[in-house]
């Protein structure tokens, strides 16, 4: 988690020739906010970087993000240099909207407002984690 615009920031330098989207999710973002300055900096003109934001860490079981509803990503991504930013929390707004945007130079900053899923079952945290404490204690018993 974390190193999806990372990545998109090099294909996007690595491929001038092509326009790369990626798909990040708000928690995902939050563990590399750095990425923002960096590809502001960078100013790869096929870059569009799509940001669903469900305020959860939908990957690790659905568990609420911090600051949820009270970070504005639209506003990180502007400060951090993005010269275009967008948001939509409508479906037929972004409709709209997507093939201007993704004709545009970038980069490009979309925040796409969307529910989050089903939180995972209460046990699934628990369970992943002694399933982890025992992989890391065979490991250390065979080193």
């Not at 993005?82 to 709209?96: F, N």
Request: proline share 6%; glycine share 12%.
């Amino acid at each position: 988690m974390g190193q999806g615009s990372s990545h998109a920031l090099g294909l996007a330098l690595g491929r001038p020739d092509k326009r790369v989207v990626v798909l990040d999710g708000d928690g995902s973002l939050l563990m590399n906010l750095g990425t923002l300055v960096t590809i502001a900096h960078a100013a790869p003109k096929n870059l569009v970087h799509c940001l669903c934001q469900n305020g959860t860490y939908e990957t690790n079981g659905a568990v609420c993000i911090p600051g949820r509803g009270k970070v504005s990503f639209t506003g990180l991504a502007r400060e951090a240099g993005y010269p275009k930013t967008y948001a939509s929390d409508d479906l037929g707004d972004w409709d709209r909207a997507v093939d201007r945007i993704l004709k545009e130079d970038g980069p490009i900053f979309v925040d796409l407002r969307v529910e989050p899923g089903a939180p995972y079952p209460e046990d699934f945290r628990r369970l992943y984690d002694i399933e982890c404490r025992e992989r890391f204690r065979r490991a250390l018993a065979k080193s």
